[in-house]
């Protein structure tokens, strides 16, 4: 399976504070993509790096990918209360070319004002 | 902006019923998937679709099947619903032409529970 998995499960911060989540997988991807999820909603896109990139940014957002090491990780930079959320990664299925991704099980963050 | 749209919020239904979820993007979007969610696994791929009357089974396929006679609908179907398929059903889309580094765009779900 490549299914990755989110590290820690859970994060629990004050605002204004940095957080970090990381994500591991197995097998060789093309690229890797950070999903948010708000209480009972669907996932939202946040950010698609890659294998070829070493690092990404997207506002508040900065998003690492070392592919040697078969990890990734999520920075969000100043959180606020807002940010509270789950976080999955995801990757596509080996040897597809359909756009079939799998989840991780997601890293719960809550942010105290 | 991609709107993907799942008919039901909330649906009670009862052991043994023929149970459909409903799904509907607006972004002639190629393909189409049925996620459930479930605490502690995860989201897990049922079924998807990359094109009309098209159909792939994903990890979990036991205990549903699935529709697309029109590219903007997936329907997801069960036969017969038991109680452990209580759960969060999401439905998601994305483009087609360039598959694996397309994102997909999500419906805000159904949480189906069956008594």
């Known amino acids: 399976s490549q299914q990755g998995e989110e590290d820690p499960q859970a994060l629990s911060i004050q605002e204004g504070e940095n957080a970090t989540m990381n994500c591991s997988y197995k097998?060789?991807?093309?690229?890797l993509q950070w999903y948010r999820q708000n209480s009972g909603r669907g996932l939202v896109h946040l950010i698609l790096?890659?294998?070829?990139?070493r690092e990404k940014h997207s506002g508040r957002l900065r998003v690492t990918l070392d592919t040697s090491k078969k990890s990734s990780s999520l920075l969000i930079t100043a959180s606020r209360a807002a940010d509270t959320a789950s976080y999955f990664c995801?990757?596509?299925?080996?040897?597809?070319?359909?756009?079939?991704?799998?989840f991780g099980r997601g890293t719960q963050l809550t942010v105290w004002p | 902006d991609v709107k993907v749209t799942q008919s039901s919020r909330y649906l009670v239904k009862r052991t043994g019923e023929k149970v459909f979820l409903e799904c509907v993007q607006d972004?002639?979007?190629?393909?189409m998937f049925w996620y459930r969610q479930d605490p502690g696994l995860g989201l897990r791929l049922i079924y998807f679709?990359?094109?009309?009357?098209?159909?792939e089974k994903g990890d979990i396929p036991e205990g549903y099947s699935v529709s697309r006679e029109k590219k903007e609908r997936f329907s997801l179907i069960l036969e017969s619903a038991s109680t452990n398929q209580t759960s969060m059903y999401l439905c998601?889309?994305?483009?087609?032409?360039?598959?694996?580094?397309?994102?997909?765009?999500f419906g805000n779900g159904t949480r189906l529970t069956v008594t």
């Open positions: 998601a889309s994305s483009l087609g032409r360039d598959r694996d580094n397309s994102p997909l765009h």
């Open positions: 097998t060789s991807i093309n690229n």
């Open positions: 790096i890659r294998s070829n990139e």
């Open positions: 995801a990757t596509p299925w080996g040897g597809s070319t359909l756009g079939r991704l799998y």
């Open positions: 972004m002639d979007h190629e393909n």
């Open positions: 679709s990359y094109d009309v009357k098209m159909k």
